[in-house]
């Protein structure tokens, strides 16, 4: 465990029961959704390769335009 993370914890630890309920539910809810978004993302790698072939096939026959920024 990293120094920061121990840190947390103590400081955490000082809270009430209740508070460290909430907090420690919000970290597992975290770190329950990054497993899912690596998961997903892991399954889409040949999905994106094929759009990021599209879009540069795109920009070599000059189908694109720059994207202005003071626009958006």
């Known amino acids: 465990m990293t120094k920061l993370l121990e840190k947390a914890f103590a400081e955490a630890s000082k809270l009430p029961e209740e508070e ?17 978004w690596n998961k997903a993302f892991s399954r889409s790698q040949d999905q994106l390769a094929r759009l990021a072939d599209e879009a540069l096939a795109e920009f070599r026959e000059g189908k694109t335009e720059l994207l202005d920024t003071d626009q958006l």
């Open 20 to 36: 460290q309920d909430v907090i420690a539910a919000i970290v597992l809810e975290e770190l329950a959704s990054e497993r899912r």
